[in-house]
C-alpha cells in the first residue's frame, strides 16, 4: 500500500528530516508514528500525502508514485488519501454538513450522492444531529470528528493524522482513537504521528520510531517507548 524506499529529506536551510527511510506498509494496517519533537515525524507524514517532496528516493501510495508526480496530478492522489492535522483546518463559515460536502464536491462527485455521503459519515462519528452549526459551535472534539468525516467521506483507501488529539483533553482523545480504530477496522489503512503514550500502549498497533530523521524502531503491537 505504502512504500518507501531509501528516503532523504533535506530542506532549503540545511536541516536533514529524512535520512534512508525503508518502510512498507500494508493495506488495512494501523501504524503510529512516534519520537522526540523535531525527530520528523511530520516530515515523514507529510511526504505521504505529497505536502513535501522527498530529496531522494521513492514513495509509492497504492501504485502510484509520489516523487515524480506532476503537480497537475496531485488533487487525483489525494482522492485516495484521507489527512486529519491536530488542528482541524476547518472552513470556519461552513457548516458541519458543509465542510464535509465540500471534500465530495471538489472530486465532482454525483450531487445525488452527496446528502447520502455525508449524513452517513456524520453518522459514524456521532455528529448527524449537529450537521447545521457551526465549526465555533462545536467543542475541539466534535470539530475533530468533523475533519475525521471529511477525510474519510471519499472513502480513501488511507488516512494519514498529524497529532490528531494534541489539542485534546485526555477523554475526548479516547474517544477520537475509538473512531479511528473503527475506521480501521472497516478496512482503511491507519497512518498517525502521535505523542499519546497512554493510548498507543493500550490499543495496540505497529508503532514505528522516528529520532534524527531515521527509523529506530519498528515493532507489531509495540509500545510508545518514551517518558513522555
Ligand atoms: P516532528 O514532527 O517529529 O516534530 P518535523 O518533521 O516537524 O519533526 O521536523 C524535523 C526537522 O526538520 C526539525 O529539525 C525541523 O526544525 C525541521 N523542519 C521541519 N519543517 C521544516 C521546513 N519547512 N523548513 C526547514 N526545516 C524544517
Do not use: C
Not at 6 to 28: E, F, L
Not at 86 to 114: C, G, M, R, S, W
Not at 117 to 146: C, F, I, N
Amino acid at each position: 500500500m505504502i512504500d518507501m524506499k531509501d528516503v532523504y529529506k533535506r530542506y532549503p536551510n540545511g536541516v536533514t528530516a529524512a535520512s534512508g527511510i525503508d518502510i512498507h506498509i500494508k493495506q488495512g494496517e494501523f501504524v503510529y508514528v512516534v519520537g522526540p519533537s523535531g525527530a520528523g515525524k511530520s516530515t515523514f507524514i507529510k511526504m505521504m500525502y505529497r505536502e513535501e517532496k522527498p530529496s531522494s528516493g521513492t514513495i509509492t501510495i497504492d501504485g502510484v508514485n509520489l516523487a515524480t508526480l506532476r503537480n497537475a496530478k496531485v488533487p487525483l492522489m489525494r482522492r485516495k488519501i484521507g489527512v486529519v492535522f491536530q488542528d482541524f483546518k476547518l472552513l470556519q463559515t461552513l457548516t458541519v454538513y458543509e465542510n464535509v460536502a465540500f471534500a465530495l464536491e471538489v472530486i465532482e462527485e454525483h450531487p445525488k450522492n452527496i446528502k447520502k455521503q455525508v449524513m452517513e459519515t456524520l453518522d459514524l462519528v456521532g455528529l448527524k444531529h449537529k450537521a447545521r452549526m457551526l465549526p465555533t459551535e462545536l467543542s475541539g472534539g466534535e470539530q475533530q470528528r468533523v475533519s475525521i468525516a471529511r477525510s474519510i467521506v471519499n472513502s480513501p483507501k488511507v488516512v494519514i493524522a498529524d497529532e490528531p488529539t494534541g489539542n485534546l483533553d485526555p477523554d475526548t482523545s479516547w474517544e477520537i482513537m475509538n473512531i479511528f480504530d473503527e475506521i480501521n477496522t472497516r478496512g482503511t489503512t491507519v497512518v498517525m504521528a502521535t505523542h499519546n503514550k497512554e493510548i498507543v500502549n493500550t490499543i495496540k498497533h505497529r508503532v514505528i520510531a522516528i529520532e534524527g530523521g531515521r527509523i529506530v524502531r519498528d515493532e507489531q503491537r509495540g509500545d510508545y517507548g518514551y517518558e513522555s
